[in-house]
């Protein structure tokens, strides 16, 4: 019989995670997808599509099929999911995979079922779903089973998930739409308004990975960026700093930051004590943003910590679960058996 791989997936606004039981990551890619409108054939899927953004002619669209933490095209979603499954675990198979999968916290109890059901039509023989903060912890290695307080901000492109758990369930959570996308806005809006000049989300993306920071950098950098001055109309090359990167990201910065404070005032006291001993930890693949943890620690001080490889953080804490369910079992969500 052939080899089943069973697989725990992280489906995200930005990039979707594929871990299989026993190896690791074997899928990290953006969560993007290209068809043509006439037909609605579907293009590319992928790297190849992220490609394409941008620099489509009119019949052909390369769009992210979620957005903000919810599923904007339903239809392209599960499209894009079968053909990453797929991918990840061959179609030749004699019996189907098990999915553990975690879904952005806006899709509703109908999409969930849907889901479940696409994933079955992909061949999937059992799909179990997962709660993003509870897979972002148990991926980041941490103790959430036991009686003690432990917050988690998950920051990936569309939205921000910030939990505090105890004994394995979420006491307080609370989902704002400050991802690494606000970021890239805040860059573009800013360059706007400075400089006149209008720049695209990739170059914003890049300026924001290259040079910026959530807290004014000693040293200074620079990168030169083409985009188009809106004046004239043509074409501009700018150099841009890293200390106008970090003005630019200050505003959904503070939004962030106001609302991990709030989940901790909300928070039941013992269980701040508990964050305040052990300090805050940081998932997504925003979380990477030069200075994030030092500007989280000083703004609400209490340490923070970057968990390791924190992008694939929420795939892992899926695939984790599967290689071991007598211990990660029971912090499972709905069950769906087929
Ligand atoms: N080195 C970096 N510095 C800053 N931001 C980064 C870095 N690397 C990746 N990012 C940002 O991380 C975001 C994507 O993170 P991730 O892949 O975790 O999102 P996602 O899980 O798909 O989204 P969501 O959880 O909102 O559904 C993007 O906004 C990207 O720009
Ligand atoms: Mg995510």
Redesign the pocket.
Known sequence: MASVLDIGV????????IYGKGKGVVL?E??VIAYDRDTRTVLAVGEEARRMVGRTPGNIVAMRP?G??MIADFDLASAMLRYFVNKAVGKRLLTGPRVLISL?AGVNEMERHSISTSLFEAGARRTQMME?PIAAAIGAGLPIGEAYGQLIC????????IAVMSLGRIVVRDTVKI???A??DAIIRYIRRKHNMLIGPLTA?DL???I?SALPRAEQFYMEVTGRNLLSGLPRVMRITSDEITEAMDEPLHSLLEAIHSVLEHTPAELVADIFESGITL????????G?CEAVAISLKVDCFLAED?????ARGCGMTLENMSEYGQFLGDKRKR
Request: glycine residues 22%.
């Open positions: 992280d489906l995200g606004t930005s990039s979707v995670v990290n953006p969560a979620l903000e933490g952005p993003r998950d920051i990936g492109g569309g939205v921000a998930d991802g690494g996308d970021f890239d993306e924001k990975i290259n910026g998932s997504g693949g925003g979380a990477l943003l030069t994030l924190p992008q694939e953080c929420v």
